[in-house]
């Protein structure tokens, strides 16, 4: 069955960076894109980027800009999301995302989510 | 970008009634590019329809949506204890993709 497992929990000062992995299972990881999607404390979802594990194009959210960086590993299909210049505002849910191979796409099947805590 | 506006913000019902819960958008979007995802406390979001109105496998019948252009509707016939959760709606037609801010169906 299709699984996407993400990394722990995570607390971080103001400035710093921070890394959060998604490994997945069940399916040809290069078949269809990753997104990252996050959830401040009671929010809604925020769309953060894609990249296709395919060939690494990649977009991201206009805010991010210059913050994030989307990779995978395609020997262990697994995606990575890396956020610099941490504040206070992200601390939220992180979560990865199975979408279609394309910059927009729905989501079929997410991983548990990751809760980052960004404070001093 | 496209906004998506959820009404009503909240919804008491009891189980075995009918919801109905509305996504307006600020500009057209093609209904292949309409999708929503319920979530629970603690979870992450669940795909329950996409393309506007198709269900993944494994969705129960009783959760239907509809609609196009600018308003779209997911409706489930016959409310259970566990649908008693949030509702988003996400375009996916034009960048970036958006959600609305969600629908908290309750028990009433």
């Known amino acids: 069955q299709v699984q996407l497992v993400q990394s722990g929990a995570e607390v971080k000062k103001p400035g710093a960076s921070l890394k959060v992995s998604c490994k997945t299972s069940?399916?040809?990881?290069?078949?269809?894109?990753i997104s990252w999607v996050r959830q401040a404390p009671g929010q809604g979802l925020e769309w953060m980027g894609w990249i296709s594990p395919y060939n690494g194009n990649k977009k991201n959210a206009q805010k991010l800009q210059g913050r994030v960086t989307m990779t995978t590993d395609t020997s262990t299909s697994t995606a990575y999301m890396e956020l610099r210049s941490l504040r206070s505002d992200d601390t939220a849910v992180y979560y990865c995302a199975r979408g279609l191979d394309s910059s927009v796409s729905y989501k079929d099947y997410w991983g548990q989510g990751t809760l980052v805590t960004v404070s001093s | 970008e496209v906004v998506l506006t959820q009404s009503p913000g909240s919804l008491s019902l009891s189980p075995g009634e009918r919801a109905t819960l509305s996504c307006r958008a600020s500009?057209?979007?093609?209904?292949?590019?309409l999708a929503w995802y319920q979530q629970k406390p603690g979870q992450a979001p669940r795909l329950l329809i996409y393309?506007?109105?198709s269900r993944p496998t494994g969705i129960p019948d009783r959760f239907s949506g509809s609609g196009s252009g600018t308003d779209f509707t997911l409706t489930i016939s016959r409310l259970e204890p566990a649908d008693f959760a949030v509702y988003y709606c996400?375009?996916?037609?034009?960048?970036?993709?958006?959600f609305g801010q969600g629908t908290k169906v309750e028990v009433k």
């Open positions: 996400q375009q996916y037609g034009f960048p970036p993709e958006t």
């Open positions: 393309a506007a109105s």
């Open positions: 500009q057209s979007v093609s209904s292949a590019y």
């Open positions: 069940g399916y040809t990881f290069t078949t269809y894109g």
